[in-house]
C-alpha cells in the first residue's frame, strides 16, 4: 500500500525567495512520485513526476523535485516564487504504471509581495 | 494531447435525484479511469477505479449502489450520484492514463455538484 505525507498545509514566502513543500511517502513497491497543482475550481495540473533513474526531476513553471529514497522523500522546489504560483499542491504516489494514485493532503502556498 | 473533458462543470440538483457525470478521453483510448472526490480545502479521495468493460473497483467506504459507475468504451466513463442527498455537494473529478505517453495522468477539470 501507499500513502504520502505533506509536511505543513500552509505555507508562505515571500515573492523572489525559495520555495520548498514538503512530502514523505510511504510504499511497498518502488514509487512512482508526482507533484500536482491546483488553482481554485480547477482540475489538476501535473508539474512533474519521478518513475525510475535520475532522482532529480524538472518540472514546469521552474519546479523540480529530488526523490531520496533514504528519506522516503520528495520535495517540491524553486529558486525564486511567483505570484503567480499561489495555489493548493498536492503530492502523490503510485505504486507503479497502471496503479492507483493516492494524494497528500496537500499544501497551500502563500505569495507575499 | 492527452485531453480529459468532464462534463458538467457545474451542476445544481435537489435532493432525491440523480446527477450523471461523464468523463471522456478526447485524443486517446483509456482502458482504466479514476474517479475522486474532493471536499472544500481537503485532499482528493479516490472513490472508485473505472475499467472499460467490467465492473469497477470501489474504495472502502464508498457506496457502490449510490456512485454508479460505468465504462462503456474506451474513451467514456459516467459517474451518477442516485437519490442525491446535501452531503454528497462535492467536487469531483477523474482521471485517466494516456497508454502512449507512459506515466502519469491527466485530469478532467473537475464538477462541481452542489444538491439542494
Known amino acids: 500500500a501507499q500513502s504520502v505525507t505533506q509536511l505543513g498545509s500552509h505555507v508562505s514566502v515571500s515573492e523572489g525567495a525559495l520555495v520548498l513543500l514538503r512530502c514523505n511517502y510511504s510504499?511497498?513497491?518502488?514509487?512512482?512520485l508526482f507533484w500536482y497543482v491546483q488553482y481554485p475550481n480547477q482540475g489538476l495540473q501535473l508539474l512533474l513526476k519521478?518513475?525510475?533513474?535520475?532522482?532529480l526531476v524538472k518540472g514546469i513553471n521552474g519546479f523540480e523535485a529530488e526523490f531520496k529514497k533514504s528519506e522516503t522523500s520528495f520535495h517540491l522546489t524553486k529558486p525564486s516564487a511567483h505570484m503567480s504560483d499561489a495555489a493548493e499542491y498536492f503530492c502523490a504516489v503510485s505504486g507503479g504504471r497502471d496503479d492507483k494514485i493516492i494524494f497528500g493532503k496537500g499544501t497551500r502556498l502563500h505569495i507575499l509581495p | 494531447g492527452a485531453v480529459v473533458s468532464q462534463h458538467p462543470s457545474r451542476v445544481i440538483c435537489k435532493s432525491g435525484t440523480s446527477v450523471k457525470i461523464e468523463c471522456r478521453s478526447l485524443?486517446?483510448?483509456?482502458?482504466?479511469m479514476f474517479w475522486y472526490r474532493q471536499f472544500p480545502k481537503q485532499s482528493l479521495m479516490l472513490m472508485a477505479t473505472s475499467n472499460e468493460g467490467s465492473k469497477a473497483t470501489y474504495e472502502q467506504g464508498v457506496e457502490k449502489d449510490k456512485f454508479l459507475i460505468n465504462h462503456a468504451s474506451l474513451t467514456l466513463s459516467t459517474l451518477t450520484v442516485t437519490s442525491a442527498h446535501p452531503e454528497d455537494s462535492s467536487f469531483y473529478i477523474c482521471?485517466?492514463?494516456?497508454?502512449?505517453?507512459?506515466?502519469?495522468?491527466?485530469f478532467g477539470s473537475g464538477t462541481r455538484l452542489t444538491v439542494v
Open positions: 485524443d486517446f483510448q483509456a482502458t482504466t
Open positions: 519521478y518513475t525510475t533513474g535520475a532522482t
Open positions: 482521471s485517466a492514463r494516456d497508454p502512449r505517453r507512459g506515466y502519469g495522468y491527466t
Open positions: 510504499s511497498s513497491v518502488p514509487p512512482y
